[in-house]
């Protein structure tokens, strides 16, 4: 990690995303953080607030143009922490394939063709098109939507139950921690950390890598003492 890089990201005003943007600005070699927003938020330093409708046809088109402009100034990997979470019961199907597929696979897209050769993209755990289960199954679709796109290097980060995380009920927490592998428990700030440190250490690296709660806690710990 001996230069200074970027990070474009979608979701960042959600609890996994604020992790990332954190862990992100906490990195001496991130220049700038841009957070693609439909609101305005707080101004703070090395954070750039970009309002685009992710919902306008031409999303993809605009930002590819803010990541053009970006990529001027030096490397950028793009990061999308779009999730509905434990809201997703009071969302239809389709609903949440506008959000997670659509506005997702747009964002994807438009950072692609603007050159970004790095995605990290938060799925969850047990996701794949085939799931009987609605949740897992659109994940699956985002999933398979982003890695259609064709990036050089894509980081799928598939976290069991989230915690430290407002959405998390306590109880669903302590039932995470007798769950042992994959569906267990991992918080959010590692997560966060995870998804920086593949930012940070393997921007330069191709194919697909799928990280689910282990791997991003090793990651997670491995970055900690990257001087």
């Not at 693609?36 to 992710?54: E, G, H, Q, Y």
């Not at 809201?87 to 997670?100: A, V």
């Not at 199954?137 to 598939?158: P, Q, S, Y």
């Not at 697909?208 to 991003?216: D, T």
Request: aromatic share 6%.
């Amino acid at each position: 990690m001996n230069q200074d890089f970027a990070a474009i990201i979608l979701g960042g005003t959600g609890q996994v995303g604020g992790a990332a943007v954190e862990e992100l600005l906490a990195i001496p070699e991130c220049r700038e953080v841009v957070m693609v927003t439909r609101k305005p938020i707080a101004r703070r330093s090395r954070v750039r607030n970009v309002v685009l409708d992710s919902g306008a046809q031409d999303f993809a088109e605009r930002t590819a143009v803010l990541a053009r402009e970006v990529l001027s100034q030096g490397p950028v990997s793009a990061v999308s922490c779009v999730g509905v979470g434990s809201g997703s019961m009071r969302w239809s199907e389709e609903e949440l394939k506008r959000l997670e597929v659509g506005v997702v696979g747009a964002f994807a897209r438009g950072c692609h063709d603007a050159g970004i050769a790095q995605f990290c993209l938060l799925s969850a755990v047990g996701s794949t098109a085939r799931s009987r289960l609605r949740y897992a199954r659109v994940m699956g679709m985002k999933e398979d939507t982003v890695r259609n796109v064709g990036f050089a290097r894509l980081g799928i980060f598939r976290p069991g139950i989230i915690v430290g995380n407002a959405h998390t009920p306590a109880w669903v927490g302590w039932l995470g921690r007798l769950v042992p592998g994959s569906f267990g428990n991992i918080d959010q700030r590692i997560l966060g950390r995870s998804i920086a440190a593949e930012i940070a250490l393997h921007s330069r690296d191709t194919g697909e890598v799928i990280r689910e709660n282990a791997a991003m806690k090793k990651l997670a710990a491995q970055f900690n003492v990257v001087p």
